[in-house]
């Protein structure tokens, strides 16, 4: 569970941390758009795809900030997809949104079986007109890894992965194809620069490598010196760095130091989307904006579940916003009594109470009211 307040001497450690693993030597780098085969991506930032959280609502909020160069959806289970549309059923909920919302956007699927990833794809291109297909060799998940026997199990077959590329980059030309990894498998298998080059091989425009093995999951620091050294593997694809990019200063320091093209950010928008606006200026060099007010994290944070609503009805999408206002909470003083609450709403009118008086404000805790229904 994090803690209700943020640690200084911590967060700057994990910088200094990130700082040191990269390459003192490299030149200071200037921010640049890069390109993803025909799709621009400016600023050079990327909003990671994540099961169960970047849907529609999320990336609503998001766009109205700005600073992301490439949103991406929650990743897409093919083999489910091609299930689903051989039946004419609806397509799944990761899809919601993605016909109408701005461009550029990726979808990011995966399985593995080249087959149906490739109809899969061009069904994406064809039906939705997405900018980019994403696929996904990351994931350590285990329902995904040792029950599918997709996402980073797959690390462990490079020529499995070539093959599957592809199939996938031939099946949606003129649409470009990228793929995100791991460092490998293990510690003891990090075989992360020879699958950069089959990918790069097999016609991939872009690659994204997470700093952590398979077996590392989220635990411990992702490693950007391993992932600086796959950037002289690659000869032509633009490579985007992912991991603990949990700050302006982290992301710029990344990006400056090291040799990606881009850097990607995941689990420290959940609960700050404007983070993206934040490194967008540190990049540029201007002032890095503050964080909003309490009181407008308050109000965003039941626009967001106004967004929700609309999809997914009062219930499921309240359910869905209880783990939204955990990560909007983190690192605020007071927030552990609002997460203990908020964790236990289960309707729209009792998520708004709880928001409403324990949702820190600013200069002060929350209120505390034990005759609140929460229910």
């Not at 694809?237 to 850097?263: F, H, K, T």
């Not at 909003?292 to 626009?303: G, H, I, T, Y």
Request: glycine share 8%.
């Amino acid at each position: 569970m994090p803690s209700d307040a943020t640690d200084p001497v911590r967060d700057a450690g994990r910088t200094a941390l990130l700082d040191t693993q990269l390459d003192a030597g490299r030149p200071v780098r200037e921010a640049a758009a890069f390109r993803i085969g025909s799709v621009t991506v400016d600023p050079p930032i990327l909003q990671a795809p994540m099961a169960g959280f970047t849907n529609y609502a999320f990336r609503r909020i998001v766009r109205q900030f700005g600073g992301v160069g490439l949103q991406a959806t929650e990743m897409v289970n093919a083999r489910r997809f091609a299930w689903r549309d051989a039946r004419a059923a609806e397509h799944p909920d990761r899809l919601w949104g993605v016909r109408d919302e701005p461009r550029p956007l990726a979808v990011q699927i995966w399985d593995n079986d080249a087959d149906i990833m490739a109809r899969v794809a061009r069904r994406l291109v064809d039906e939705y007109q997405i900018s980019v297909v994403d696929i996904n060799f990351g994931c350590p998940v285990r329902k995904v890894t040792e029950k599918a026997r997709s996402g980073s199990y797959l690390l462990r077959f490079p020529d499995r992965i070539g093959r599957i590329v592809e199939r996938v980059v031939h099946a949606c030309d003129p649409v470009p194809v990228t793929a995100k990894i791991r460092l490998g498998c293990t510690r003891d298998t990090i075989n992360a620069c020879e699958v950069a080059r089959v990918i790069e091989q097999s016609g991939a425009a872009a690659l994204t490598v997470h700093g952590r093995t398979a077996e590392d999951f989220f635990r411990g620091k992702a490693d950007w010196h391993q992932i600086a050294r796959i950037k002289d593997h690659l000869q032509k694809i633009p490579l985007i760095g992912n991991g603990d990019l949990d700050s302006a200063e982290s992301a710029v320091g990344a990006y400056r130091q090291c040799a990606v093209d881009g850097i990607m950010i995941g689990r420290a928008a959940l609960g700050r989307p404007w983070i993206f606006r934040q490194v967008a200026a540190g990049l540029r060099g201007d002032p890095v904006p503050p964080d909003p007010s309490l009181e407008d994290q308050r109000a965003l944070l039941l626009e967001h579940h106004r967004h929700a609503i609309d999809r997914f009805g009062p219930t499921r999408a309240t359910f869905l916003m209880r783990k939204y206002a955990c990560s909007y909470a983190q690192g605020i003083r007071g927030a552990r009594l609002f997460r203990t609450h908020a964790a236990q709403v289960t309707t729209p009118d009792g998520f708004v109470a709880v928001v409403d008086a324990y949702f820190p404000r600013d200069g002060s805790a929350p209120s505390v009211r034990p005759d609140l229904h929460t229910t």
